[in-house]
């Protein structure tokens, strides 16, 4: 599979998201929770998008959302031009691809069959263009072939993210979301991971939404940033406008002692903000 640039297919609407008026509700132990209410949010082909907030404001929910996993109390949420229930059946791996926090890999497949699995449900692609397509993919992540015979088990946290993401990109979708991207990861494979993916979101032309907390990551390769807080997106910008902002989690959050050592990774790489 050679792949499409999102950013010159015709088929990519140029807002790749829209969510308009957002209330998501969740019922615990019989007692209803507004998670999201009135949020509205507009990602754009091309974009790096980094949703940030704190602990139970929703922001896992958004890519659940998103993936078509959830569906909004009230509101909408388009996603490449359609709801984005629709995008839960049949074929949605080729429209947006999913890395989650821990990789969530088959423990019983093996590397290459971890990355096939979405060409395999298809049911009409012969063996050897699957082979073929999991080789191009792993080389695009950075792993040799030799690790396609390997079991998850034997790849170090860093290499599963890497297999993780070759999984999610098998497909070519125009649109990619991450949970967490960099967790578990020591700095020097968080660093590389980061530029891993920013080389892939210009060369592929994707549309990258990821939920983080690490600022590092947000300041390295983000384009833009999403606070949600108070049940909404209280400010959405570039990073270095978005700490300007006067809100208690965003002075929390930005402006602490990792915050401030964040910003002066941003100092010297003023082309992420």
Wanted: glycine share 8%.
């Amino acid at each position: 599979m050679t792949g499409v640039r999102a950013e010159t297919d015709p088929s990519v609407p140029t807002s790749v998201v829209d969510i308009r008026g957002l209330y998501t509700v969740f019922c615990t132990d019989g007692v209803d929770a507004l998670i999201h209410k009135d949020l509205n949010l507009a990602i754009e082909r091309g974009e790096l998008l980094a949703i940030v907030g704190g602990s139970g404001s929703g922001k896992t929910t958004l890519l659940r959302l998103m993936l078509g996993l959830e569906a909004p109390m009230r509101g909408s949420v388009n996603v490449l031009g359609s709801p984005a229930v629709d995008l839960s059946g049949s074929g949605a791996a080729s429209r947006v691809g999913m890395l989650f926090q821990h990789g969530a890999l088959y423990s019983a497949f093996t590397v290459l069959e971890n990355i096939a699995f979405p060409l395999r449900e298809l049911k009409s692609l012969p063996d050897d263009l699957v082979r073929d397509a999991v080789m191009v993919k792993l080389q695009m992540v950075g792993l040799d072939p030799a690790h396609a015979h390997k079991m998850p088990a034997d790849l170090s946290g860093g290499m599963v993210k890497r297999v993780a993401l070759a999984r999610a990109l098998i497909m070519d979708p125009p649109l990619l979301l991450l949970d967490e991207p960099t967790a578990g990861l020591d700095p020097d494979r968080s660093d590389a991971f980061c530029s891993l993916l920013r080389s892939l979101h210009q060369e592929l032309g994707l549309t990258v939404v990821m939920v983080t907390h690490d600022l590092d990551t947000i300041y390295e390769i983000s384009t833009r940033v999403a606070v949600v807080a108070d049940k909404h997106v209280i400010v959405d910008a570039a990073p270095k406008e978005v700490i300007q902002f006067d809100h208690p989690f965003v002075r929390e959050f930005f402006l602490g002692g990792r915050g401030l050592r964040a910003q002066e990774l941003l100092r010297l790489h003023p082309h992420t903000g």
